[in-house]
């Protein structure tokens, strides 16, 4: 009994990991940039945020995991770069000022919505 317990406490550990990081929808939408670099080990909403950013606007972060990974530096490296921006660091303040406008340009229609006659 007490192996069936422990062995559902760890699936669900692995196989829920935001929940473990107590993160909602509501911490990822309201999510800001913060000067302090996230923890490589630590699911953090803001690096949720910016890999669903960079992932809309066409540049591939990977896997969409919370974590600033190889794979999500590289994408906003990309990113700065297609944008006309420089950085040794991969998240900065002008990335993510620019990602946040992408944002809102993706979630304005491109084509007017037909009108009722």
């Known amino acids: 009994m007490i192996r069936s317990l422990v062995a559902l406490v760890f699936l669900g550990w692995t196989a829920f990991p935001a929940a473990g990081a107590n993160l909602d929808a509501a911490a990822i939408n309201n999510a800001e940039f913060r000067s302090k670099p996230p923890a490589e080990d630590k699911i953090e909403p803001m690096v949720v945020k910016a890999q669903v950013l960079l992932d809309r ?46 944002a809102k340009t993706l979630s304005s229609p491109s084509t007017p919505s037909p009108t009722a006659t």
């Open 57 to 102: 606007a066409q540049f591939s972060p990977g896997e969409i995991d919370g974590k600033l990974g190889e794979n999500a530096q590289k994408a906003l490296r990309a990113f700065a770069e297609a944008k006309g921006l420089t950085s040794d660091k991969a998240l900065t303040p002008e990335v993510w000022t620019m990602l946040a406008g992408t």
